[in-house]
């Protein structure tokens, strides 16, 4: 199994551009989420899923968009990038809401 | 208000000490995860706990319910221990993903 497959690793991007974060799980998991990850702060939810087709805002959604169309899929997508944005984000999975929490590898995003 | 405090925010020890890492809540919890983040890397799962205590090599973990209060103890600290180490609760009742972390304990081990 290859776990939780996080992609890209860095991205610099320019205000108002778009892109995407791709997030991957081959271990059947129902729960995936998207976190954010900023100097001083613990990890923040951004948006969040139970399975294919249900998807949920998290604490900070602004700026951010996801689906689930596979159990295994859950993209970000970052709709105009602003600079507050720049971040190191991280998708996470686990099978069932009290277990054991699988990372990917983080995205480390620049907005300029 | 934090509902989930770490302490200490920074730890700086010697190679061979033992290492203790608190967390404290606020409020009813059904799960606590102890996390660790290299330098740089990504984030590993150490332990879930809901009850009692674990243990993994040198690496232990206890939690007290009524107290509302968890430790993660190191047992003769390595330098490739030097990590940060994440609290991570899941609150009774907090919704689907319902996890709120610690800021994180930034350890040092020096040889």
């Known amino acids: 199994n290859a776990g939780v497959t996080q992609t890209p690793k860095f991205q610099v991007l320019k205000t108002g551009q778009s892109m995407t974060l791709q997030c991957a799980q081959d271990m059947n998991h129902e729960y995936m989420s998207w976190y954010r990850q900023d100097p001083g702060m613990g990890l923040r939810l951004i948006h969040y899923?139970?399975?294919?087709?249900?998807?949920d805002q998290g604490e900070v959604p602004n700026g951010y968009n996801v689906s689930r169309s596979t159990t295994e899929d859950f993209p970000l997508r970052l709709l105009s990038a602003a600079p507050s944005q720049t971040s190191v984000y991280f998708c996470?999975?686990?099978?069932?809401?009290?277990?054991?929490?699988?990372f990917g590898s983080g995205t480390q995003l620049s907005v300029l | 208000k934090n509902e989930v405090e770490q302490s200490p925010q920074n730890l700086t020890a010697q190679e061979g000490e033992f290492i203790t890492i608190n967390c404290s809540y606020s409020v009813g919890i059904s799960a606590l995860h102890w996390l660790q983040q290299h330098p740089g890397g990504g984030i590993v799962s150490l332990f879930m706990l809901s009850s009692g205590k674990k243990k993994h090599g040198r690496l232990i973990a206890t939690i007290n319910i009524q107290e509302k209060h968890s430790s993660l103890h190191i047992t003769a600290s390595h330098p490739r221990d030097s990590a940060v180490y994440i609290c991570a609760v899941r609150l009774t009742g907090g919704g689907a993903d319902g996890l709120t972390f610690g800021k994180g304990t930034h350890l040092i081990i020096q040889p």
């Open positions: 996470a999975s686990r099978l069932d809401s009290n277990e054991k929490l699988f």
């Open positions: 899923s139970v399975g294919a087709g249900i998807t």
